[in-house]
């Protein structure tokens, strides 16, 4: 199992959900897997989380090659990505949810 720290984690699973919500809406898997820089995560979907934290996780899980990071510090999630988030959250977007609520301070 991959070890991440809590906010790397928190913000990775918010990550997920936007995946998957993305999934459920219809998008395909080469667009859903495409973020944008930290600045416009927190407009999308990361509001309230500092952009200095977003890049550390994003650095973190660079490292556990669970996303491929670009110079601007947009990413795509990776296939051990996926494989990792069907593995984590069987029942998908709900569990996600109940976790997000788990790990929010």
């Known amino acids: 199992m991959i070890k991440l ?3 790397t984690d928190l ?3 918010q990550i997920c959900e936007e995946f998957l919500t993305r999934r ?3 998008i395909d898997k080469e667009n859903a897997i495409m973020f944008g820089n930290p600045a416009v995560l927190q407009t ?3 509001q309230g989380t500092l952009e200095s934290d977003i890049r550390s996780a994003i650095k973190e899980l660079r490292n556990k090659k669970l ?3 670009y110079i601007d510090n947009s990413f795509q999630l990776t296939d051990d990505a996926i494989i990792y988030i ?3 959250f ?3 977007l709900k569990e996600v949810v109940d ?3 788990k790990l929010r301070p």
Do not use: H, P, S, V
């Open 99 to 101: 976790i997000i609520a």
């Open 24 to 26: 459920k809406n219809g």
């Open 90 to 92: 069987k029942n998908r």
């Open 67 to 69: 996303l491929k990071a």
């Open 5 to 7: 720290t809590k906010d």
């Open 44 to 46: 999308q979907f990361l």
């Open 86 to 88: 069907e593995n984590r």
């Open 11 to 13: 913000i990775f699973c």
